[in-house]
């Protein structure tokens, strides 16, 4: 849909799996996973409330299930149920000085290797970037702040198939801060 200033945009899906490879980091190499299915919607929505300010936003609900093997009913590993973000986007002052802001959220996952899901989730994290930037005729600049509140979180870890709770993850950066400078020709 787009009508003034609002574009909305949403999809729903089903997918139904029978040859999804998956690599087996133990042991070097790839295999098939039994069937599985996924399906959900995403929906994406920007609003353009005047020449300075754009709103934007999405959602997403996401569900994967193996659908048949030893497994069958449990969640596929790595896939969040529900993803969002929200921002902004403000032209304070003709280019010159805009402000951008995004917020991000991820629900619970299931681990890697965690096709029994028996081990404990990787919890759900937020975090929110925030990023000055302007431009002058073929100079430009920014200044952004990655996650700002410095979250102390991970996406990703692979779980033991035989011992619960014995798992490693691969934390992210805190708070990162990039200052970029430079020239179009």
């Known amino acids: 849909i ?27 190499f790839n295999y098939n996973l039994d069937p599985t299915r996924r399906y959900g919607s995403e929906t994406n929505a920007s609003l353009r409330v005047n020449e300075m300010l ?13 659908r048949e093997g030893l497994f069958a009913g449990n969640d596929v590993p790595l896939v969040s149920r529900y993803t969002a973000s929200a921002g902004a986007s403000w032209n304070i002052w ?3 000085l805009v402000l951008d802001t995004t917020l991000r959220y991820w629900s619970a996952r299931r681990f890697d290797n ?26 430009f600049w920014s200044l952004s702040f990655n996650n700002l509140f410095d979250a102390k979180y991970y996406d990703y870890g692979i779980a033991s198939a035989f011992t619960y709770g014995r798992y490693n993850v691969y934390p992210l950066p805190g ?3 990039l200052f970029k400078a430079g020239m179009t020709f």
């Open 175 to 177: 708070r990162t801060v």
């Open 94 to 96: 003709q280019k010159y």
């Open 114 to 139: 965690d096709q029994a899901n028996f081990q404990p989730l990787i919890p759900a994290h937020t975090t929110l970037d925030v990023k000055l930037s302007g431009e002058y005729e073929h100079l």
């Open 2 to 28: 787009r009508h003034g200033g609002l574009d909305l945009q949403t999809s729903v899906y089903d997918m139904r799996l029978t040859n999804e490879i998956h690599f087996d980091p133990v042991n070097f």
């Open 54 to 66: 754009l709103l934007r936003g999405g959602f997403a609900y996401t569900r994967a299930v193996f």
